[in-house]
């Protein structure tokens, strides 16, 4: 997420915390593997007892009702202990039917502010593959579904937007690819992650498919629809970039050639591209109120508010290799993808001319010295509510200009390319890039990161100045 100066994201940094829990609804014999992914900060979110491989999300929208969504959603998934209940997260909707494995469920409920608990006709077996389908409608829940002025709408919002449309095991430890099947009016286009399939017309609606095949984190799916102008092109590698503007978002050619220009310069930093598309969605203002992200790293096409610029399209695409392509384990982790999508900002600016030590590094370090909040939010395990802290943005940033300094070039841009190449398209923690932060510098580490990770104080200044960071201003 491009974090904005005037547009602090609202509804992610609400700690959702769920009121009743899914185990005082159940009996306590139900195997329903958990009544979540066991994630700390939201210890409802997903469920344990299966891993799901791929969401089949079909979904029909019609601009004339912008508070209505049709939805036929398939989660394939693998059990991962015997099943004879589970639950799906959604919010809102009412369910008009379930089958698991192509038979009707013997019963289906919500409970919580989330849930909707599945009882199949026949238990899951542990270590099978199972189908559940999905048929819902209703008014989706603005949490993540955003509708434009134009009457168009679009998905995003972190950490939850997927459940506002879909039903989902909705946690970023549970990764899957996704099809996208949606059909609106003729005339209006829908752009979502991942590759377009082929499109079809019948009676005055129109059906365009998108599929994205490299695993993602839910709150990084989305669908957007609109009268986009859509544009097309290639990076230097080959990828095909596709970005889409809303008919009142800002068309700049310069900044679209900069994307692409943006893109290539990532690779030479973090290794190839690690999805099949990339691009942009560029959506236009907003029906009432907005508690949209303003950007949000949407996999394999970012969405941004009304234009593109180039600190919003680093921060944002360098999120598909740190976040959505080697996610999180849970949101104690946060680090692990916006300390290094707003460092990728500065090294954008070291590209174009910039000294990042005087510049950026000391000019920051010293202008907070003396501000302990600055330095009061741990990198990893912030707390509930702060799982992105704009702590990660600031200091988070700070950090790794520092830990550049203190290993060297080549070992720190070695162990980025070794981090997004080991974990692609999986979940690692930041203490496995500490790891291997030390063993390819060959650096005993633990001060370094026990005073900028988990210190609360501004570090020592053997850690705040180290290597060439020490030598004197000017």
Not at 124 to 129: F, I, L, M, Q, S
Not at 151 to 175: F, I, L, M, Q, R
Not at 319 to 345: L, P
Not at 384 to 406: F, I, N, V
Request: aromatic share 12%; hydrophobic share 35%; with cysteine.
């Amino acid at each position: 997420m491009r974090r904005l100066p005037n547009r602090r994201r609202t509804a992610a940094l609400v700690a959702a915390v769920v009121s009743g829990t899914l185990l005082t609804t159940l009996p306590a014999s139900a195997a329903i593997g958990g009544p979540g992914a066991g994630d700390p900060y939201f210890p409802e979110d997903g469920n344990s007892g299966y891993d799901v491989s791929h969401y089949d999300v079909r979904i029909g929208y019609d601009p004339v009702r912008t508070d209505h969504l049709d939805g036929d959603t398939t989660v394939t998934a693998r059990a991962l202990t015997g099943l004879d209940r589970f639950s799906l997260d959604l919010k809102g909707f009412t369910v008009a039917s379930v089958a698991v494995n192509g038979a009707p469920a013997k019963a289906f409920s919500r409970a919580g502010a989330h849930k909707l608990v599945i009882t199949p006709a026949r238990p899951v077996a542990r270590g099978t593959t199972f189908t559940v389908r999905v048929r819902y409608a209703g008014k989706p829940d603005v949490e993540g579904w955003h509708t434009l002025k134009s009457g168009g709408a679009y998905v995003a919002g972190e950490p939850h937007s997927a459940t506002s449309w879909y039903p989902a095991n909705d946690h970023p430890s549970d990764k899957a690819t996704f099809a996208l099947t949606a059909t609106v009016p003729d005339g209006w286009t829908v752009v979502g992650n991942g590759l377009p399939g082929p499109e079809s017309v019948e009676d005055g609606r129109r059906t365009f498919r998108w599929f994205e095949d490299k695993p993602l984190v839910t709150y990084a799916s989305t669908v957007a629809i609109d009268r986009f102008t859509v544009h097309r092109g290639k990076t230097a590698a080959g990828t095909p970039v596709i970005t889409a503007y809303s008919p009142d978002a800002v068309i700049d050619p310069a900044a679209e050639a900069q994307q692409t220009e943006i893109l290539d310069f990532l690779t030479t930093k973090f290794g190839p591209y690690p999805f099949s598309s990339a691009g942009a969605i560029v959506v236009g203002a907003e029906k009432g109120p907005s508690n949209a992200p303003g950007a949000l790293e949407t996999q394999s096409r970012p969405t941004y508010d009304s234009v593109i610029f180039d600190a919003s399209v680093v921060h944002e695409n360098t999120h598909q290799w740190f976040g959505d392509s080697v996610s999180f384990k849970d949101w104690r982790d946060g680090c692990v993808a916006e300390c290094f999508a707003q460092y990728a900002g500065q090294l954008w600016e070291e590209h174009k001319g910039a000294d990042l030590d005087q510049g950026f590094y000391r000019f920051v370090v010293e202008d907070y010295r003396d501000d302990p909040s600055f330095w009061s939010v741990k990198l990893y395990d912030p707390g509930l509510g702060r799982e992105l802290d704009s702590a990660l943005y600031s200091k988070g940033s700070l950090m790794l200009h520092a830990l550049r300094r203190t290993v060297g070039d080549e070992a720190f841009f070695t162990t980025l390319r070794t981090w997004t190449h080991d974990h692609a398209y999986g979940n690692a923690s930041f203490r496995q890039f500490e790891a291997l932060a030390a063993k390819i510098s060959g650096k005993d580490l633990k001060g370094f990161f026990a005073a900028w990770v988990d210190g609360t104080v501004i570090p020592p200044e053997k850690y705040l100045y180290p290597g060439s960071l020490g030598k004197t201003a000017g």
